[in-house]
C-alpha cells in the first residue's frame, strides 16, 4: 500500500476504505455537508482556510485526498473515482451534499451531479470544466503556450523540482503574472501539496466516464461557476460557454487571483459560495461569516 511524502502533516479524521485503498478524510464543522474536491495540483489541504469559515456559517465540511495525492494509501490498480468519491459521502453521511470542485475536482464534481442527481444539493465549479468541452473552442495566449513549453522542457528532462515550481506559478500566481505573485503560506502549502503529487507512485488506470458536455441541461441543481481573473484564457472564454448551457448556472469572476483561489483568496472565495448557498437556501444568514 503506497503511502507518499506528506504523510508527516496532521492525520485525517478518518480513513475510508474504497476497494484496497484508504482515502484519507477530514471533517469541520456540523450541518449541511458541503463536499470539496482538490486540484490535480493539490491535495485536501487546499481548503483549510475556506472550511473554518463555512463551518462557521454552519456547513459541515468534508474534503478527501484523491488516490495519487495527500496521504491517501493505495496499490496501483484500475479504480473509479466517482466510487471512492461516493465512498466518502457513504462514510461521512454526506448524501445530499453541496458540492464544491476545483479544476479536476470540479469535473468530478459535475460527473456526480450528473450521474447521481439526488445526492447533489448545488454545485461550485472553480476554475473547472466539463469532460468533452469542446477542443476548437479553446484559446490560448503567448504567455500561456511559453509556459506550458518550459513545463514540457523540465518534465522531459526528468527535473520534478522546477516542473513543480513551473506549474505552481502557472496555477497559483497565474501564467501572465510575475512569479511569486502569491508568496507566504499559500505558495508554500501549494508547492508542498504539488510536489507529493509528482513523486506519487501511479494510482492506475481511473474508470472512464460519460462526457457531461453534452449533458448539461440536465444538471438541474443551482450551480455556481468561479474563474479568477488571471486564470488561462481559454478556460475563462469555455467557462462562459458551460454557464450558458446549465440551466440554474451563476457566473461569477474573482479578482487578483489565478486557478486557486482558495489558496490566495480564501476569505472571497468562502464569501461567494455562502452568498450563493444563501440565496439558494442552503444556509442562513447569521452574520458569522466574518471571520478573521
Excluded: K
Aim: with cysteine; proline share 7%.
Amino acid at each position: 500500500m503506497s503511502t507518499h511524502p506528506g504523510s508527516g502533516n496532521r492525520g485525517p479524521d478518518q480513513w475510508v476504505r474504497s476497494g484496497t485503498a484508504e482515502l484519507a478524510v477530514s471533517v469541520q464543522g456540523a450541518g449541511t455537508p458541503i463536499l470539496a474536491l482538490h486540484a490535480g495540483v493539490c491535495d485536501r489541504r487546499s481548503w483549510q482556510w475556506c472550511a473554518p469559515r463555512w463551518a462557521a456559517a454552519g456547513l459541515r465540511t468534508i474534503t478527501y485526498d484523491r488516490r495519487g495525492f495527500g496521504q491517501t494509501r493505495y496499490e496501483a490498480q484500475p479504480h473509479n473515482s466517482l466510487g471512492d468519491l461516493r465512498a466518502v459521502t457513504a462514510a461521512t453521511d454526506a448524501r445530499p451534499a453541496v458540492v464544491v470542485g476545483n479544476s479536476m475536482g470540479g469535473s468530478l464534481a459535475l460527473d456526480l451531479a450528473l450521474a447521481h442527481p439526488d445526492e447533489v444539493l448545488a454545485l461550485v465549479l472553480v476554475g473547472s470544466l466539463p469532460s468533452g468541452a469542446p477542443d476548437e473552442a479553446w484559446t490560448q495566449s503567448a504567455d500561456e503556450a511559453a509556459a506550458e513549453a518550459e513545463m514540457e522542457a523540465a518534465t522531459q528532462a526528468g527535473d520534478l523540482e522546477r516542473v513543480n515550481r513551473l506549474e505552481v506559478h502557472y496555477w497559483l500566481d497565474g501564467p501572465a503574472q510575475p512569479d511569486g505573485r502569491v508568496a507566504g503560506a499559500p505558495r508554500d502549502l501549494m508547492l508542498e501539496m504539488n510536489r507529493t503529487a509528482l513523486a506519487a507512485p501511479s494510482p492506475g488506470q481511473d474508470a472512464d466516464r460519460p462526457a457531461a458536455w453534452p449533458r448539461l441541461g440536465e444538471v438541474a441543481v443551482p450551480t455556481l461557476l468561479v474563474v479568477g481573473e488571471h486564470d488561462e484564457t481559454g478556460l475563462s472564454a469555455l467557462t462562459e460557454m458551460t454557464c450558458a448551457r446549465l440551466p440554474a448556472a451563476t457566473l461569477r469572476r474573482l479578482a487578483g487571483t489565478a486557478h486557486c483561489p482558495m489558496l490566495d483568496r480564501p476569505e472571497a472565495l468562502s464569501a461567494l459560495v455562502l452568498d450563493f448557498l444563501e440565496a439558494a437556501g442552503l444556509v442562513a444568514s447569521d452574520g458569522s461569516r466574518g471571520l478573521p
